[in-house]
């Protein structure tokens, strides 16, 4: 019997010496020390040995165990070591390869700009509002003083769902929403997109306007002034000129276009300023008090201005961009320059 372990020792030591890979020295474990293995069975059958032999037998079993447990522990540690350097050896990083680019992706100039007047007109305490694009006719034009049939209604080329109902031709549809929610003082602005039927370099049907509003006791056009004048000099420098021109729109009285010093020749004139040295801007103007009337307001207490300008027109000319077509074009090589 003790031969019996003496021989199995030594069977486990020679095997131990031929194996070749972590996976013979795991068999081995298996064969000898497993649930199965060759001496767990002898364990199991001690039982079966005469009474006097047993301890004696029994603990040199224990130490044949112990024996080959550590001799194949100390197999698997150093295959595993083996093991370890050759997979560290083959996962090693080469940190002076060039990495593989991925592209990021970037906001769309509209956004970018539109952004960055939001920012601007925010920092200056106001609040932003949004209204539906696609509109009733009532707050696109009628409650702006455009009564039906009028000649004025002719400025803005319509898309009509029907009869009352329109997709918005100007953010200042949002105007009358705005006031009917809410009461002075008010401080808004609208941005969102407007629809006209119209279509050529500098027009496209579908654009972006922002419109800003301000209704209070005691509002004047210097306030206008003032506000329009620091927007501008954030958006195109402080360099640039500002002027008032008289114009018409039903919802302002007065009302006024707003030019820049063309920032291509800063006023000496080109052809992006058609040799004039201003570029127009936006619309702007006083309330008219039928719009007051309209939102239930008493127009004899508040006034307030409200200005309007096209996204992409600031964009165009902050960026140089000669066709506003490019912008819903959506060609990779004009959208990487930004
Ligand atoms: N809604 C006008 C337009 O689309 C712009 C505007 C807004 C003019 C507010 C005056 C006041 O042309």
Not at 123 to 134: M, Q
Not at 145 to 162: G, L
Not at 297 to 314: H, Q
Request: glycine letters at 8%.
């Amino acid at each position: 019997m003790h031969n019996d372990l003496h021989s199995i020792k030594e069977a486990v030591r020679e095997e131990a010496d031929k194996a070749l890979s972590l996976q013979d020295i795991q068999d081995l474990k298996v064969r000898y020390l497993g649930k199965k293995g060759l001496l767990t069975a002898k364990l199991k059958s001690l039982g079966s040995i005469p009474r006097e032999q047993r301890p004696e037998y029994g603990s040199l079993l224990n130490e044949t165990k112990k024996y080959i447990e550590a001799l194949l522990d100390k197999q698997e540690g150093i295959f595993k070591s083996v093991e370890l350097s050759k997979s560290l050896q083959s996962q090693q990083i080469d940190v002076t390869v060039p990495g593989c680019f991925t592209p990021w992706g970037h906001l769309h100039p509209i956004t970018k700009v539109l952004d960055e007047i939001v920012g601007i007109f925010i920092s200056l305490g106001f609040t932003v509002e949004e209204g539906p694009e696609v509109e009733l006719d009532f707050y696109n034009f009628e409650a702006l003083n455009f009564p039906k049939d009028h000649p004025a209604r002719d400025m803005q080329d319509t898309f009509f769902i029907s009869d009352d109902v329109v997709l918005r031709t100007h953010t200042s549809s949002v105007q009358v929403r705005t006031m009917e929610k809410n009461t002075p003082p008010l401080r808004v602005i609208a941005p969102g997109k407007v629809y006209r039927c119209d279509a050529d370099v500098t027009h496209i049907p579908m654009f972006h306007q922002l419109e800003g509003f301000m209704v209070d006791k005691h509002i004047r056009m210097s306030d206008l002034k003032g506000v329009l004048q620091l927007f501008i000099h954030r958006v195109f420098g402080r360099e640039t000129s500002v002027r008032f021109r008289p114009s018409f729109f039903p919802f302002t009285e007065p009302s006024a276009e707003i030019d820049i010093s063309c920032v291509i020749c800063k006023g000496s004139g080109c052809n992006v300023c058609k040799g004039t040295g201003w570029l127009e801007i936006l619309g702007a103007g006083m309330i008219n008090p039928r719009v007051y009337e309209m939102a239930g307001y008493n127009p004899d207490l508040y006034t307030g201005f409200a200005f309007g300008m096209g996204i992409e027109r600031v964009a165009m000319l902050k960026y140089g961009i000669d066709d506003i077509r490019l912008f819903p074009e959506n060609d990779k090589r004009f959208l990487e320059q930004f």
